[in-house]
């Protein structure tokens, strides 16, 4: 599967991996529509971006069942179809489980996952009224799979659980939609070197020994970022690699791979004390 030719839609494709997505989809051949909310930062980015093909931006707030609707409404009149969605809208907020509020929860759930689904409930309902086929490909996490123990510092827990929700959704609408066109997909980035993540680590090399910021990433933290984080085109190549390949797992960084195995480890050693195994 590739996407010369296509035309696909990125969520939250104004910055960082969903900008990275989308440039690497422009200069694949796809034509690409992305959203924000940022007018300033979405326009912006799709002035950058139409150098390198046919692209548009739309203000949409996925997280609202509506306007997912109204949102691939617009495109498939505008389009004329839509062959593929990289569903990668989301924000990680850094605030230990103990302390977080209703609100911290709903609100990460709305945009890591809710909003996925009901894009995806869009989707699925078009693709099937014109016999069609398409894809879905959602950006998930090194958290999909488990808890990166080197960056547990910072305090991610929410977060963790929404890509780790993810995952599990993903892997069930892969066996509800056999036969019906649509695939998925689960693309799991470690640290990805977005612009925020950029900033963060511009004000890290400025801030004096007591600062707050210290606190909050801490020197072992910010050390794995710094040794592991991949470029957002990286990022988004990898995608498409993995895309190409017809994978439904797509990891980026290798030691992502070291997390996995010793859960597996711990998994075994759990069997073999209960003598199940």
């Known amino acids: ?11 939250g494709g104004a910055q960082g991996i969903g900008k990275g997505i989308a440039r690497q989809c422009l200069l694949a051949g796809a034509r690409v529509v992305f959203t924000n909310l940022d007018d300033a930062v979405g326009n912006a980015t799709a002035k950058e971006l139409a150098a390198l093909g046919s692209v548009r931006r739309v203000r949409a707030d996925v997280t609202d069942a509506a306007a997912s609707e109204d949102l691939l409404d617009d495109i498939f009149a505008r389009e004329g179809q839509l062959d593929m969605i990289f569903a990668n809208a989301g924000a990680g907020l850094m605030k230990p489980l103990l302390e977080c509020t209703p609100s911290d929860v709903t609100g990460q759930f709305e945009l890591n996952h809710f909003g ?17 086929a398409g894809h879905i490909m959602f950006t998930g996490s090194e958290n999909s799979l488990v808890m990166p123990p080197d960056n547990a510092e910072l305090k991610m827990g929410i977060y963790g659980a929404t890509k780790h929700a993810l995952l599990v959704t993903a892997e069930w609408l892969r066996y509800e939609l056999q036969g019906t066109g649509v695939s998925v997909s689960v693309l799991m980035p470690g640290p990805v070197l977005t612009e925020s993540l950029k900033s963060t680590f511009d004000a890290l090399e400025k801030a004096g020994v007591d600062d707050p910021l210290h606190q909050v990433i801490p020197p072992h933290a910010e050390k794995m970022l710094r040794q592991r984080f991949i470029s957002c085109d990286e990022c988004g190549r990898i995608a498409l690699e993995g895309l190409a390949k017809g994978l439904f797992f797509i990891p980026t960084q290798a ?23």
Do not use: P, S
Request: hydrophobic residues 50%; aromatic residues 8%.
């Open 255 to 277: 030691y992502i791979l070291d997390d996995v195995n010793a859960r597996h480890r711990e998994l075994n050693a759990a069997f073999a004390a209960l003598n199940l195994c």
């Open 116 to 132: 996925n689904l009901w894009l995806t409930q869009a989707f699925v309902k078009r693709i099937r009224a014109r016999r069609g």
């Open 1 to 11: 599967m590739n996407v010369n030719g296509k035309t696909v839609l990125v969520t």
